[in-house]
């Protein structure tokens, strides 16, 4: 994962990376400003730490800009910072039936992600931003179709 430091400033053609605070990323949480409740690391709706660098006094936020025209002290990628899991579960429930002697019928209802897992979207990842660390989003909600299907 990528954490933008939210600034334009390009360094020797490449983009500046964020700066390190010394706070870990699986303490504090996410939000409590802008109008954005706070979370702590670990519930369903925040990843990782992204509390503003300005709470870095109460040993709370990660990241922080870095000064204007320098590298920045993290990397381009963070490995240990992933996005949540994707959980999925296909079933059919089919019946075969004969009707003649070379008639079959076939019924089966088919569920996309048969048990409704919620699955969060890609979390913020703009240093400063209300929603740095937090997913506001979900995808893949259950869907179902009908089949009806004869062969001869």
């Known amino acids: ?59 709370r936020g990660s990241f922080q800009a870095p000064d204007q025209f320098s590298f920045g002290t993290g990397p381009r990628y963070f490995s240990n910072l992933r996005a949540p899991g994707y959980v999925n579960q296909d079933l059919t429930l089919a019946k075969w039936f004969s009707a003649t002697e070379k008639l079959r019928v076939q019924v089966a209802v088919q569920m996309f992600n048969a048990f409704n897992h919620a699955n969060f979207g890609i979390p913020g990842a703009t240093v400063g931003s209300p929603n740095m660390g937090a997913s506001g989003t979900t995808q893949g909600a259950r869907q179902m179709q009908g089949v009806l299907k004869i062969t001869y």
């Not at 939000?31 to 979370?39: D, E």
């Open 1 to 59: 994962m990528s954490i933008n430091p939210n600034g334009n400033n390009q360094t020797f053609g490449g983009g500046q990376h964020v700066d390190f605070t010394g706070a870990g990323f699986k303490a504090a949480g996410c939000g409590g400003f802008q109008g954005v409740p706070y979370l702590p690391v670990g519930t369903k709706y925040c990843f990782f730490n992204g509390q503003p660098s300005q709470d870095v006094g109460n040993g």
